[in-house]
DNA sequence: CGAGGTGTTGAGTCATTTCAAGTAGAGTGG
DNA sequence: CCACTCTACTTGAAATGACTCAACACCTCG
C-alpha cells in the first residue's frame, strides 16, 4: 500500500528498470520479511551445505567465495543492499561458494520455494530476475577477462569501477563512496595478492585517477580508468524491451 | 511425432536431465527449423551488433570471445552441438561477445523471440533453460577461479576436464575425445600464451595424465586430473527437484 | 617445391609473488 | 595513560612463473 520506495533497497533496485505495479511490490515486500542481523566475518553460507534459503541485502556487504586446496581465495561477487544472493545456487543441492559478512547488516531469508510466487504470478518481474543475473554474469565476465589478460594496475581500475556502476544501480551516483574491503580481499577477487592490489592502488592514487581517505574511495577520473581498464558498464546498457508487458502481467493476476 | 532422440543434440542434450513430453519436443524442435552451414573461421555474430538472433548448435565446435584494445583475445566459452547460444545475450541489445566457428558445422538461427514460446508455455523447459543458464555461469567462474589462482597445468587441466564434463551432457562418456582448438585459443580461454600452454600440455602428457595423437585427446587419469586441477563437475550435481511438475506444464498448456 | 598454420623448445625478460621489515591505527587491559 | 597486540597497509629486495622472442620441425595444401 504505502508505495514509499526508499524503504527497500530491492524495490529501489528494481525500480531502477521498469515501473513496478503494487502487486509487484507486494510480491517482493514478502521477500523481506523477515530481518537477520550479520556481523563481519561472520559466514552466513557454507559450501557444501544444502541451499535452504536465499537472501536479500537488506543493509551491509557480503562476499561470495570458495577456497582452494592451497588455502588460497577466489571472491566471486561482493554483495551490497538490494542484491538477491544465491539466485545462481538455485540448480544446486550443495552450495558451490560460501558467503561470508564484510560489515555489520542485515540480510532478509527466504526460502528457494519464496521465489515461485514471482516466477508463476510476474512474468516481467521474472524477466527482470533472469535479466539481471544475466547481467551479473556478464560482470563476472568481464572481471575474468580483466583478471587474465590485463596489468595489475587495469585488473584493480576495473574492479574499482565495477563496485561505482553496482553502487549506481540502487541509486548512489556518487564518485566518492566508502569501500570497506581490505586489499587481500579485493586481490582474491581479481587474482592478485594483497601486496600487489596495494601497489596498485598507490600508483593509481599518485596518477591522479583515484584519491583514498579515511576508509573513503574517489574515483577522480572515470573517462580515464573505464579507458584504462577496458570497463563497459552492463547494468547501464541493460535491454528491458524484450519484457512482457505490464498489461499481459495483469491478466495473467487475474488469471489464477 | 516421431520422437528418436538421436535426430537432435538439443533433445538428447536437454532429455539428460528432465523426461520430455511430447509438447516439449515440438516446441525445442521449433528452434531447430532452420539450418545454417558455418565455415571453420566464420564469424556467426560481432560484438556491438544487434542481438537478433540466437542459435541452437547443430554440428561442430564454435567459441564466444571479446577482444581487447591491446589486439589480444579473451574466449569466454567453446560451444558444442546442442548448445544454446545467446541466451546470455537477452538483456542487451548490443551483443556482449563475438562467436565464430572452430569447424565445419551447422547452427540453427532463430528469433530472439523464439523463446517466448518456451516460456510462456513451458514453466518446466523454462525452469531447464534458466538451471542450464545458472550452471554455465557456476562454469564459467570455475574456469575464472582456475585462471586467477592455479598454475599453469593445473588451468589446462581444468579446461581440459570442463571439455570433457560437458561433452558427457550430449552423451559423449568416453575419456578420448577430438579436440580441434589450436592452444592460442586454449590459451585465450584460460588466460595464457600459446606457448605456455604447449608447455602444460606436454608436461601433462609426460606425467601420463592426458595422451594425445592426431587431434584425440585422451584423458588418462580423470581422479589425478580433477585433484590436480580441483575440478567440479557442475552438470553432474545439476538438481532438478525445483522444477515445476510436468503436471502442472499440462495443466498450463490447457489453461492457454 | 614453397607457403601457411601449428606445435615445440630454449634463452632471456619481466610482472607479480614471496619474503621481510617497518608504519600506523584501533582495541585491550594494567 | 601507557604498553601490548592485532590487523591493515606500505615498501623494498629477491625469487619465480609465465611471457616474449626466436628458431625449428611438422603437416597440409596448393
Known amino acids: 500500500m504505502a508505495s514509499e520506495a526508499s524503504d ?16 509487484d511490490r507486494t510480491l517482493l515486500k514478502a521477500l523481506e520479511k ?13 559450501a557444501g551445505r544444502r541451499v535452504e534459503e536465499l537472501y536479500v541485502v ?6 561470495s567465495y570458495t577456497d582452494l586446496p592451497d588455502g588460497r581465495r577466489h571472491v566471486l561477487q561482493i554483495h551490497f543492499p538490494g542484491d538477491l544472493i544465491g539466485v545462481n545456487q538455485l540448480p544446486f543441492v550443495q552450495a558451490t561458494h560460501d558467503v561470508e559478512a564484510v560489515t555489520d547488516g542485515e540480510i532478509c531469508p ?15 518481474l521474472s524477466a527482470l530476475l533472469i535479466g539481471l543475473t544475466l547481467v551479473e554474469q556478464a560482470v563476472a565476465l568481464d572481471r575474468f577477462r580483466a583478471s587474465a589478460r590485463m596489468s595489475a594496475r587495469a585488473s584493480v581500475a576495473h574492479f574499482l569501477m565495477g563496485i561505482w556502476a ?11 563512496f566508502h569501500l570497506p574491503l581490505n586489499q587481500a580481499l579485493i586481490g582474491d577477487a581479481v587474482g592478485l595478492t594483497n601486496v600487489s592490489v596495494s601497489k596498485a592502488l598507490t600508483r593509481l592514487e599518485r596518477e591522479g585517477l583515484i584519491r583514498r581517505d579515511d576508509g573513503m574511495i574517489e574515483l577522480k ?7 584504462l581498464a577496458a570497463f563497459d558498464d552492463r547494468y547501464a546498457s541493460m535491454d528491458t524491451s524484450w519484457f512482457p508487458d505490464a498489461a499481459i502481467t ?3 493476476a487475474n488469471g489464477e
Open 250 to 252: 495483469e491478466i495473467n
Open 34 to 46: 523477515d530481518t537477520r542481523p550479520v556481523r563481519p566475518g561472520q559466514t552466513v553460507r557454507n
Open 110 to 124: 527466504f526460502p528457494k520455494q519464496g521465489l515461485d510466487a514471482i516466477l508463476t504470478q510476474s512474468p516481467r
Open 8 to 23: 527497500s533497497c530491492l524495490i529501489r533496485k528494481f525500480s531502477n528498470f521498469i515501473s513496478l505495479t503494487p502487486s
Open 221 to 227: 577520473s572515470l573517462a580515464a580508468l573505464r579507458n
Open 58 to 63: 537488506g543493509k551491509g556487504w557480503l562476499f
Open 166 to 176: 553496482r553502487l549506481k544501480v540502487t541509486g548512489e551516483e556518487r564518485t566518492r
